[in-house]
């Protein structure tokens, strides 16, 4: 049997639009509508992506009104939702929930906003490498991951895996990447992390999506849909299909599915739903810098330092609000006179974690000499 990825239209962001998009989307993914995954009285976690402290309609953050249709749908069958995430800034919390628009819905719905940077965590050894996940993600009896379609510069797409990074609590989430540098390597222990959350159920708002340098400064693309499956791996590999992005390049799903976690092989895959296929656009235009360095062996980066790199640059639209500095996980970034933060090139491995955290997109990630010959291919393969 193969495995069932469903999509549903949803021209806008309108209530009334994604209510009946959210409930036709489990219509055809359970056969009795979210009851096949909640019963009463059960904890459902819903996990949104709140990477950052910016308005639903800049679409870095999944839009409070699919979360609110999916709280809805809890209640009505006995469900006790709350939604949680970490933030990209776990210092400015409160900032984030009022920004996102997840303060006021959750208000109106009178559902617990949950800060999980104060919950406690259980530990993990995965290679060596210690890690927390934050308890109330497995705790509840279901966890509905609720991603944000984009592109992303280390991992090309943040959607239903990616997202499950934000049940990391604290500054960890900075300090992986110093651990994982790499693109592959980073997608590698994604999938670890994967495993350890297993989410029963998995939304994803595509509605507005973002394209290109994502998952902050991207453009914004009107897809008009949502999408959902029990399995992240398959939806994750859909989009990829829907979206004509090569598999090989989201590492991520080959690594789960060969480890019997989720299902990639498009051939496995029943799309279902009221969207029409194919979609009448260009295909996604994701970004190709950071997977450059997998052309690259990790011990010969290091060797070659001074000539294979990717770092930050800063534009006019730069305030110094410092957000940069602190997300760095090997303090390359500080405040300095001048208009702009100074950066340390030495020190500099990029993660692209001050791309991901600027709330101005003023930060342009460039790549050396070597990179560019290799990105126009002016270098073998």
């Known amino acids: 049997m193969r495995t069932k990825v469903a999509l549903s239209a949803c021209p806008d962001y309108s209530p009334a639009n994604v209510q009946a998009a959210v409930e036709r989307l489990v219509a055809d993914l359970g056969g009795r509508g979210l009851a096949t995954w909640v019963r009463p009285g059960q904890t459902v976690l819903l996990k949104p992506n709140m990477l950052s402290a910016r308005t639903p309609e800049q679409a870095v953050t999944t839009h409070p009104e699919v979360v609110r249709a999916l709280i809805r749908m809890v209640k009505a069958v006995g469900g006790r939702p709350i939604v949680a995430d970490s933030a990209c800034n776990a210092i400015q919390i409160e900032r984030v929930w009022e920004k996102t628009g997840f303060k006021a819905m959750c208000g109106e719905e009178s559902v617990p ?12 050894n995965w290679a060596g490498v210690v890690y927390s ?21 280390l991992t090309v797409l943040t959607n239903a895996i990616k997202n499950i990074y934000g049940t990391l609590p604290g500054f960890q989430k900075t300090m992986l990447h110093k651990q994982y540098p790499t693109p592959d390597q980073f997608c590698a222990f994604l ?10 159920l998995t939304i994803c708002d595509a509605v507005v999506a973002m394209e290109g340098n994502g998952p902050s400064a991207g453009e914004l693309v009107l897809l008009g849909f ?6 992240g791996v398959a939806l994750d590999a859909a989009m990829c299909h829907i979206l004509k992005i090569a598999l090989k390049k989201v590492s991520y799903l080959g690594l789960l599915q060969q480890a019997g976690v989720g299902v990639a ?3 496995q895959i029943e799309l279902v739903g009221n969207v029409p296929l194919p979609l ?15 052309w690259i062996p990790i011990w010969l980066v290091r060797m070659l330092a001074p000539y294979v790199w990717i770092r930050p640059s800063f ?7 410092g957000l940069c500095v602190k997300a760095c996980p090997v303090t390359a970034l500080r405040i300095a006179d001048g208009p702009r933060p100074v950066l340390n090139p030495a020190a500099c491995i990029g993660c692209c974690c001050c791309h991901e955290v600027c709330p101005q997109r003023a930060v342009n990630m460039t790549q050396s000499f070597l990179l560019n010959l290799r990105k126009r291919g002016k270098l073998p393969s």
């Open 133 to 153: 996940v934050a308890k109330p993600v497995l705790d509840a009896a279901l966890v509905i991951n609720m991603p944000k379609l984009k592109t992303h510069l």
């Open 113 to 124: 906003l949950v800060n999980l940077e104060k919950s406690s965590s259980v530990q993990f």
């Open 280 to 294: 009448q656009r260009p295909p996604y235009r994701v970004p190709a810098t950071t997977r450059l360095l997998n």
């Open 315 to 321: 534009t006019a639209r730069c305030v110094k609000c």
């Open 265 to 267: 092989d498009w051939s």
């Open 191 to 200: 999938a670890e992390l994967y495993v350890r959350v297993k989410p029963g």
């Open 226 to 231: 949502l999408a959902g499956s029990t399995d």
